[in-house]
């Protein structure tokens, strides 16, 4: 037997996120991916599909975190073809019907258009009548096993932020012109959306680090990144926080149940994808104090809402000592981090995502 091997392999998404997660022992791989980027990510995803022999092209698992466009437009995308270039082997998604049953959760029309892609194309890895996947309020935090070894403990999000997420994506979905859950009208409608479907049609340095960290916290309430996916990845030893957008609250309270299930003080693990790209209201003081861990990972090019936020790579710095700070694009907002002065100022390792580079991968 070979030695086992876990990698996070971040996919060029510009302000989005698409996480490619492999793991395995040897030549034997297994493969999870979170999240599909913004639809102009997708040529980058089907280019890593290729790269995988043919006969071992399947997903253990797909997770969409939540519907923000950024997370799922390339997921729409990717369901369009008939059929995926991969097997799916699972879905995690809470659509409109996990929504309600967990008394609420917000998306957007191209929650509706994942939901009935996934009916169409990936009935037996997803149920629109599924539970929902959320933290229950009190007992263990959800555990998952995958094939090939790999665990999955969901962080997030809770039934509050699922419920306060319901109004808003009903209104959203009736703006755009049909009824949440009428599952055969998103896929009507899906098919007249040009950027969705493929050319043939539808077939079926920095400034002062403690004055950044004294800045005042302020925490995200959007909904849409309030109901996203949280999980811990955990194979062979080795361990990744993956934490989509979620609210730093939801993630720290259940971070605080697992510390205290296993008897620790902060979680080790050896990376984490940072929330919401780096904006500062979803890392908080309090989250960084549960973490301990060497690498940090931040996928955005910071070209819509100007991420990573020089106040979240503070915490950081000032709260969780890491060794490596890894960047998937070179931008004015990353540029600071990379600087050589900021580095040994501080004590830590920039790593960037060369542009001719296909992605950012942490082996871990």
């Not at 109901?227 to 080795?238: F, N, P, Q, T």
């Not at 299930?261 to 979680?267: A, H, I, K, Q, S």
């Not at 990379?338 to 580095?343: F, G, K, R, S, T």
């Amino acid at each position: 037997m070979g030695k086992k091997f876990m990698v996070v392999e971040m996919l060029p998404a510009r302000h989005g996120d698409c996480l490619w997660i492999e793991y395995g022992e040897g030549s034997k791989s297994s493969r999870v991916l979170i999240d599909g980027g913004p639809v102009d990510t997708f040529p980058r995803l089907e280019r890593r599909i290729q790269q995988v022999p043919l006969g071992q092209r399947a997903f253990e698992l797909l997770v969409l975190t939540h519907v923000d466009a950024d997370h799922v437009e390339g997921l729409v995308r990717f369901f369009a073809d008939k059929p995926p270039q991969m097997t799916v082997r699972q879905v995690w998604f809470n659509g409109w019907r996990q929504m309600k049953k967990a008394h609420g959760l917000l998306g957007a029309v191209q929650g509706e258009f994942l939901s009935a892609l996934l009916v169409k194309r990936a009935m037996r890895a997803w149920s629109p009548d599924a539970p929902p996947w959320v933290v229950p309020g009190a007992g263990a935090l959800p555990i998952f096993p995958l094939d090939g070894g790999l665990t999955l403990t969901l962080l997030s999000p809770d039934a509050r932020k699922l419920d306060s997420m319901a109004k808003a994506w009903e209104k959203a979905v009736v703006k755009g012109g049909f009824r949440p859950g009428d599952l055969e009208a998103a896929w009507n409608k899906l098919g007249k959306q040009k950027k969705f479907i493929p050319k043939q049609g539808l077939l079926g340095v920095t400034p002062s680090l403690d004055n950044l960290v004294r800045a005042q916290f302020i925490e995200d309430q959007a909904k849409p990144n309030g109901s996203s996916i949280a999980v811990l990845a955990e194979y062979g030893g080795k361990s990744a926080l993956l934490l989509g957008d979620a609210h730093p609250a939801v993630v720290a309270a259940s971070l605080r149940r697992l510390c205290a299930e296993r008897g620790v003080e902060r979680l080790k693990v050896d990376a984490v994808k940072v929330a919401h790209h780096g904006s500062k209201n979803n890392t908080s003081v309090a989250l960084v104090k549960l973490i301990d861990s060497p690498r940090w990972l931040l996928s955005t090019n910071g070209d819509r809402f100007e991420h990573p936020d020089k106040e979240c790579i503070a915490r950081i710095l000032r709260y969780s000592t890491p060794r490596e700070l890894w960047f998937n694009y070179r931008s004015k907002f990353t540029e600071p981090w990379l600087a050589e002065a900021a580095q040994e100022k501080y004590g830590y390792r920039a790593v960037v995502r060369d542009d001719s580079e296909p992605s950012s991968v942490a082996s871990l």
